[in-house]
């Protein structure tokens, strides 16, 4: 483990050797006892460990990099008591109901787990690594802090909008930021971790790092995001004239753009 540690100059095999330890024991605790109440903890709390360990890893506490990695803890300490919460009130999630019981299947959605965090996070993994000669902020770095803060700002903004809205038993929620996207929480996710991507390249952190935010965009976008709700909307309210009106008129992502 050491030499791993002293031949891994980026820290990317560490990384993604804690996240694969993490999220597997988290699988084998869920599987075991088929409970749902693991899996956004195990998700948040890995992106907040890489941050920390890697921070510490490279020894360089300089203001930049204690920024870049106070954003995502601050990232992953709302969501994840904000999830822990949402799970806690309903009992269970219902993305697992069809896979939940069979090993192959919860197995893979773990997998995409590992691939996430691991992936979203590499631009802080990245620059924690570095040598850094900038210890300000420099102008580029403004607008990934600005693009973090505005994202972050939406998507607490639209959890606790639709949190409330269920919890009092209503439909589709439609008010607030929803009434201009269909899916704003996914938004400012997606808009707060190009913040993060920015910011870390404005010190140096090399380009391809950027799958990042796109492979969060990707999941998003693609597979376990937007498709699930879209599909389970459209089965419980599918035949509702306002429903259908305000997936009509309402942007399914950016507002403003009806993709």
């Known amino acids: 483990m050491i030499d791993l540690i002293e031949n891994d100059e980026h820290f990317i095999l560490v990384s993604l050797l804690l996240?694969?330890?993490m999220q597997m024991?988290?699988?084998a605790v869920a599987y075991t006892l088929q409970i749902d109440k693991l899996t956004d903890f195990a998700g948040t709390s890995n992106f907040l460990i890489l941050a920390i360990i890697t921070l510490w890893l490279g020894g360089d506490f300089s203001f930049p990099k204690i920024i870049a990695s106070l954003m995502v803890i601050l990232w992953s300490l709302r969501l994840g008591v904000y999830l822990s919460y949402r799970i806690g009130a309903w009992g269970k999630d219902n993305r697992f109901d069809k896979i939940r019981t069979k090993f192959w299947s919860f197995l893979g959605f773990w997998v995409l787990q590992i691939l996430w965090v691991f992936l979203t996070s590499l631009p802080v993994i990245y620059f924690n690594s570095l040598e850094n000669r900038e210890y300000y902020l420099v102008p580029m770095a403004y607008l990934g802090i600005g693009m973090f803060a505005i994202g972050f700002i939406i998507e607490a903004w639209a959890d606790y909008t639709k949190f409330n809205h269920k919890l009092h038993g209503k439909k589709w929620c439609h008010t607030g930021l929803w009434k201009y996207s269909r899916h704003p929480n996914y938004f400012g996710?997606?808009?707060?971790w190009f913040g993060i991507f920015i910011f870390c390249y404005a010190y140096g952190v090399p380009l391809w790092t950027i799958m990042g935010p796109l492979w969060t965009t990707f999941l998003l976008l693609f597979v376990s995001g937007i498709p699930f709700l879209e599909a389970s909307a459209d089965k419980k309210y599918g035949e509702?004239?306002?429903?259908?009106?305000y997936k009509a008129?309402?942007?399914i992502l950016i507002p403003g753009f009806k993709l």
Request: proline share 0%; with cysteine.
């Open 19 to 21: 996240t694969v330890c």
């Open 25 to 27: 024991s988290f699988f």
């Open 189 to 192: 996710n997606i808009l707060l």
């Open 240 to 245: 509702d004239a306002e429903y259908l009106k």
């Open 249 to 251: 008129e309402t942007a």
